[in-house]
Structure formats: C-alpha cells, structure tokens
DNA sequence: AAGGATGTGCCCAAAATTTGGACACACCCT
DNA sequence: AGGGTGTGTCCAAATTTTGGGCACATCCTT
C-alpha cells in the first residue's frame, strides 16, 4: 500500500507548522487543509504528538542517511550538533508553542536519536558494556539539549552559538573516559 | 474526497513522459512507480490515452486561468502561440511517440482549447454567427497546429520559429474577415 | 509458423480505507 | 452556568484498493 493519505497529512501538518506554533494547529486545521475527513486522521495516527514524533523520527533517520560514514565519535558529535543547528527552525515552532513540556520532549528524543545512533558506531570496537554506552550517550545528549535550549531562549540570534564549540570540547572527552573506566 | 491515487498517477506518468516516449510507457511502469495495483489505474483512468488527456485538459486550464485576461483578438492569438511554445516539451514528448495520430489528436485539441477560448472572448459582443465563430476557431487553430508540427519535425532549433510572426500576421486578418462577413 | 514473453482491458470478491454521524469529556471565555 | 471549540472514540455504510484470474493482441525468437 502506498498511504498517500498519511503523507498528505504529514505534508499539511509541517506546512501549518511553519504558518504557527504547534499549540494552534488542531486536527481540524490539518484535515481541512488536506481536504479529508477528520476520522481519516484517527485512523493514520493517534494523534498530534504521535503525527510530530513520526514526523521527526522520519526526518532524523533521512537526513542521518545522508550523511557520509563516520568514523570517529569526533565526527559523531559535530554531524549531531549539525543536525540540530540545521533543524532549528523545526525546534524553534515546537519551542514555541505554550507546551514547555512537549518541546523538551521532541527536542530531547530528536538529538538522543542521533546521539544514539553515532555513538554506537564510535563505540562499535571499543568494549564499551551497555551501561556505559547508556552513560555517554545521557552525557552528550543533556549537553547538546541544554546547548539548544538555551541557544533558543536567547532568540537564536547567532548563526551557529559560540558555546556550542565549548560543549562539543566536552563531550569529546566523555567517550574517552567511558571507555577507560570501561577497560580498568 | 482529496483523491490522492489519481493526483499520484498523473505525477508518475508526467514523471515517466520526462524520461522517455509516451509509446514506451505502460501502465506497469506507472503503477510500479507509484507503488500502487495495477486495477488502481483502471479505477481512476480507462486508458493512458484518457489519463494523458485529463492533464492536458488541467494543464491547459490551469495555464490559461493564470493569463491576465485579454481585450482584444491579437492578445488571444499572442497567448495561443505562447501556450504552445511554453509546453513545447511536453508536446514533444507526444510528438516523439510512434503513434501520429495520438501526437496531432491531442496537440490540435491542446491549441484549439487556448484558440477557442480566446476567440470567444474577443467575439464576445461582435455579433459573429456561432457558425462563423466555429470556422474562425478552425482557421486561427490548423494555421498554429501546422505551424507548431512543421517546428517539431525540424526538430525545435529556433527558440521562436520566424514562421510564427507570418502565420500570426495571417491569424490576425481572419477574425476581422469572419466580422465583416457576418455583417454583410 | 509455433511458442514465449509482455502488455492490455476487464472481471470478481475480499480487504482496506474513507466518510458522516454521533457521543462524552475537557477547556476557555464571559 | 452555558456557549463555543476541540478531543478522542465508536459505529455502520460507502468508497477505494488489492490480488487473482481471464481472453486477447503484439512483438520477438526459434
């Protein structure tokens, strides 16, 4: 089957998050824009968050597609701070709207994702127990999360923040750790 | 109802018709990519030829209701020849198909579509005979399809055929004819 | 000239999806 | 307190999609 409703839906949807915060779109606004039936949109998805978090783990899983092999757990953090800096605008509308709770919920779950994914390639040799890989990749997401969060807070005013290189500065040295403390 | 399947088939046949000749292209290779069953198709569309005459028929309202509207004659004619100079790919394409008859059956019926309501509009309060607007409409619109078909076979080197300015020097003296004709 | 491969247009019944209508519940506003 | 709006859920009917099969035509090969 080829769920060219649930695409329609997710196309509207993105479309009216770029026109207003997620706390103003109802379903109804993105079943009129589509032009189907607001069951239709029940039988798709469960709802609005459950649409969002599809949406975001999509584009996520896209874009680290695109990205070339890494190598090292260097690379793993600058391609997952890259993709938070590249998605901002996406943050931002979900930050914007009144629901506090649900920005650090995506924003969280968007940069773990990525987080996750790098460092299970950095640590792929390394004889790292899945404790320690659970670790790091809370370290280096927290990080990331409350480099982001601030960052917005302050209106995003710089292209890309100046701490942003003292975090990641950080965070190289956490893996490093992990993996001694790891092998004593 | 947003028909989604139907807007799916046509992209994936215009996407197809970009690659290769319209005689090359089965209704396998449109429901392959558009991932789609095969008796989708039929439910949407008799054939390929009903399927290619829908997006004509669209493209060509769509192009038109895009145009300012026109006051005189001249512009029509003006706004006919552009309209087959703008879709000269997509005519092309049709051209480049074993079957002649398909390429002038729908290339005449794309002019005669922009000729007719053009006409229209400039005979609109000059009291011209519905049978005297009809001859007029087959005149303006066999004089663009030679012209347009004569193109094609030369194999579209100009830009803007010279042709094109004699053939609507032509165009421009029949409906003044057809008027005084019909006041006499 | 027979056979295989490919495509067409059509049929059917089952499965999946979409629709319109209804309902209780929550929230905001005044 | 009550009207307006939105949510999430239910249902049955309507529509759409699917997978299977069919006879027929065409092209190509042997």
Not at 1 to 29: C, H, Q, W, Y
Request: aromatic residues 10%.
């Amino acid at each position: 089957m080829a769920n060219f409703t649930g695409k329609a839906i997710k196309e509207s949807f993105v479309k009216l998050l770029n026109e207003k915060p997620l706390a103003r779109i109802s379903v109804k606004d993105i079943v009129e824009d589509c032009g189907i039936n607001r069951n239709s949109f029940y039988y798709h998805f469960q709802d609005i968050p459950a649409l969002l978090e599809e949406i975001i783990t999509e584009q996520a899983d896209e874009l680290i597609a695109n990205y070339p092999e890494i190598e090292s757990l260097e690379e793993g953090i600058e391609v997952a701070t890259d993709f938070a800096i590249k998605n901002k605008m996406a943050v931002f509308h979900i930050y914007n709207s009144v629901n506090r709770d649900m920005y650090e919920k995506y924003t969280m779950r968007l940069i773990r994702h990525v987080v996750t994914r790098y460092l299970e390639v950095a640590f792929k040799d390394a004889g790292v127990s899945p404790e320690d890989k659970d670790l790091a990749i809370k370290l280096v997401s927290c990080s990331l999360f409350g480099l982001v969060y601030d960052w917005l807070d302050s209106g995003m005013n710089e292209e890309r923040p100046a701490d942003i290189h003292r975090v990641c500065e950080l965070c190289r040295g956490i893996p490093e750790i992990i993996i001694e403390r790891s092998n004593s």
